[in-house]
């Protein structure tokens, strides 16, 4: 018998030894009660190799080809990085990006809320509140048609020499171009002349600008200086004249940017050109938070906000 032939036989004894579903085999196997000196040596050789014993080889006829057959195959190690090869790294970009969304959210509730309470420090300004007038198709108009969505109001008069036709073509500029936007604004002409622009001569009047949706506000003196006092615009219109007398009309020149609320958020002068005008008030837009949420963005940041800042 060989070398290799002794090892093999050996090695098939082991398993007939440690592995009982093999036993029904061991007959045509050697017993190792009865093992020759050499098979013994060989044994001890196999236990080498299995422990990972350093010893030489009893039998130097046998190559190291032939000797990695009776090796033991050790197992593979795990990769340390486990989940997190790509599965996991999907699902920790998803959160990140979940966590920096929300981040943003809370930061501009965080921001409307602080700039609401440095107005509210010193002093928010007491502009609009309640008023009724006729609007040029004769129907009547409240502080209550201004909720829903943004307005841009102007006072004047429809005999104004220059100025008035001047902002109303400034206010078709700025309409148009926050349309472009897909910000719906609705312009609206309150005359401080009541005494002379009547609900036709307001309708007639506005049909020379370009200002889709335009509302005109007249009334009588009364609820004209009610309102002209709301929204604290200064107008030296007499009250006791009459249409066909010859006055001079003096008013502030201002646009009144209102929300979607009523209430008010930002006065534009003459400073202002077009462009100008068309941009602060989209910013002003953007940046607009409904009092609910206004409301419940007054807490204490995240314990984990510190992380971020």
């Known amino acids: 018998m060989s070398a290799t032939d002794a090892m093999r036989n050996a090695y098939r004894a082991r398993r007939v030894l440690f592995c009982p579903r093999n036993r029904p085999f061991s007959t045509t196997l050697p017993i190792f009660n009865e093992r020759k000196p050499e098979e013994k040596k060989v044994e001890e050789d196999l236990d080498a190799l299995v422990t990972g014993k350093k010893r030489p080889m009893a039998n130097p006829e046998l190559t190291e080809e032939e000797s990695v057959v009776f090796k033991v195959a050790k197992p593979k190690r795990r990769n340390p990085l486990g989940f997190f090869n790509v599965a996991g790294m999907l699902i920790f970009a998803g959160g990140l990006a979940l966590l920096i969304n929300y981040k943003r959210r809370v930061q501009r509730a965080v921001d409307a809320h602080k700039e609401e309470q440095e107005s509210e420090s010193f002093g928010k300004a ?42 109303l073509d ?122 609910r949420d206004r409301r419940e963005s007054s807490f204490q940041k995240p314990s984990f906000w510190k992380f971020w800042e």
């Not at 429809?158 to 100025?163: A, Q």
């Not at 622009?197 to 200002?211: G, S």
């Not at 506000?217 to 009610?226: C, F, I, M, R």
């Not at 009523?262 to 002068?269: T, Y």
């Open 126 to 167: 007491l502009i609009g509140g309640p008023f009724q007038l006729i609007d040029q198709n004769g129907g009547i108009f409240t502080q209550e048609n201004l909720k829903g969505k943004f307005s841009l109001i102007y006072f004047g008069f429809t005999l104004c020499p220059d100025i008035c036709p001047e902002e």
């Open 170 to 291: 400034k206010m078709a500029i700025i309409v148009q171009n926050l349309r472009k936007q897909g910000i719906d604004i609705q312009p609206i002409f309150i005359s401080c002349d009541p005494i002379r622009d009547t609900p036709p001569v307001l309708k007639k009047y506005l049909e020379d600008f370009d200002i889709e949706g335009i509302v005109g506000l007249t009334g009588s003196y009364s609820d004209v200086e009610a309102c002209c006092k709301a929204y604290r615009v200064y107008f030296s219109t007499p009250p006791d004249v009459t249409a066909e007398d010859d006055y001079i009309v003096d008013h502030s020149i201002f646009f009144y940017l209102m929300d979607p609320e009523g209430e008010f958020v930002n006065v534009f002068g003459r400073r202002y050109d077009a462009k100008g005008a068309s941009e602060e008030i989209a910013k002003k837009i953007k940046k607009w938070v409904p009092a």
